[in-house]
């Protein structure tokens, strides 16, 4: 019975964390943190009590309604764990939740006496775990404030950032005039280069610009996307070379000698304000000095937030140009104007 009720207990708030986790990165639930007075206290509490009746299933196994009390706590116990997490976060939630996946597995094969079962459930959720605090020290952050800080929740107030500190637009043509000045080109992808599918035609844009003996490098940010290792997978299936990716410790010492810097779909991850403003939800968060390069162009749909929920202020910057519309679109036209 107790194999059974670890692998119910684990099992059950890894299927609703999943589900809430899938809700606020697809945008069906609000993505920043969703909280209220005394949550952590709540949730505490229903874990303790899902454990309690886990405990006590031990010696009275024979009691039904308290084994879907535990079901029932336990799915409640998913869902109140995920919500006041930001999307920001989302990386080390989803190793999180691969981690109980592996628990929940590992349980099941001692319920049913399978040996292989029980070491790959254990060696996902010890690499799971693990995962997730290398996530965690990748953001500057402990496990304990992801888990139970509530990054976003409060923010300042930027509403008159844009009003205040106009844009500098550019267009397709402009675009490819600057990027054919240059000796070195870094490219910074992020989660919205992974929603247009648009790694393959970055990766024809490199080969144009090679073409035209200019170095092209990718600086890539440990927890860009909604996954550990996303935009290393991407860029990988794009066939770009293993030598062009760049980790964040390796790129920013060197991104002021950048002559052009190519921000395709990140937010948070480029924003200097968790570098400069100590008021800001994100500072003290590594982020990737795009901003030290001498030009800057970002690729982005509109000047919505990052799942972080707060305002960029790269987008601002003088040396910063915005070249607006979806990635593979705007990628596609730019790679035809360096074909003509």
């Known amino acids: 019975m107790s194999a059974i009720g670890f692998e119910i207990l684990f099992g059950s708030l890894t299927v609703t964390g999943s589900l809430m986790a899938f809700g606020k990165l697809s945008e069906y639930i609000k993505s920043a943190p969703i909280t209220y007075k005394g949550q952590n206290f709540i949730n505490i509490l229903t874990f303790l ?8 299933l031990i010696f009275f196994p024979e009691n039904s309604m308290v084994f879907y009390a535990m079901i029932a706590l336990s799915l409640l116990v998913g869902i109140f764990i995920v919500i006041p997490i930001g ?39 010890a690499s799971g775990f693990i995962l997730s605090i290398i996530m965690s020290k990748a953001m500057n952050r402990s496990f304990t404030n992801v888990l139970f800080g509530a990054v976003g929740a409060t923010q300042a107030d930027s509403s008159g950032l844009a009003e205040a500190r106009p844009i500098n637009r550019v267009g397709i043509e402009d675009t490819k005039f600057i990027l054919e000045q240059a000796d070195r080109v870094v490219v910074v992808p992020g989660y919205g280069m992974a929603v247009a599918q648009a790694q393959h035609i970055v990766r024809e844009l490199s080969d144009e610009l090679e073409k035209r003996k200019i170095k092209v490098e990718f600086g890539i940010h440990p927890v860009a996307g909604r996954m550990p290792g996303h935009m290393n997978v991407l860029l990988a ?49 590594p982020i990737i000095d795009v901003d030290k390069a001498k030009t800057v162009i970002v690729m982005k749909r509109s000047m919505a937030t990052g799942f972080a929920g707060i305002e960029n202020p790269l987008f601002y910057e003088p040396n910063t140009k915005m070249l607006f ?16």
């Open 49 to 56: 009590t899902a454990v309690g009746m886990f405990i006590y």
């Open 87 to 125: 999307g920001a976060d989302m990386p080390v939630v989803i190793s999180l939740m691969n981690s109980y996946a592996g628990l929940a597995a590992a349980a099941t094969g001692f319920a049913i006496g399978n040996k292989v079962l029980i070491i790959a459930g254990a060696l996902d959720g």
């Open 237 to 285: 299936e794009a066939n770009i070379s293993y030598d062009q990716l760049l980790e964040m410790e390796t790129i920013n010492p060197t991104m002021d000698t950048v002559d052009v810097c190519i921000v395709i779909g990140a937010n948070d991850v480029v924003n200097p304000a968790a570098r400069t403003d100590k008021s800001s939800p994100i500072y003290g968060m």
């Open 325 to 340: 519309g979806d990635a593979k679109k705007v990628m596609q036209e730019l790679v035809a104007e360096f074909k003509k």
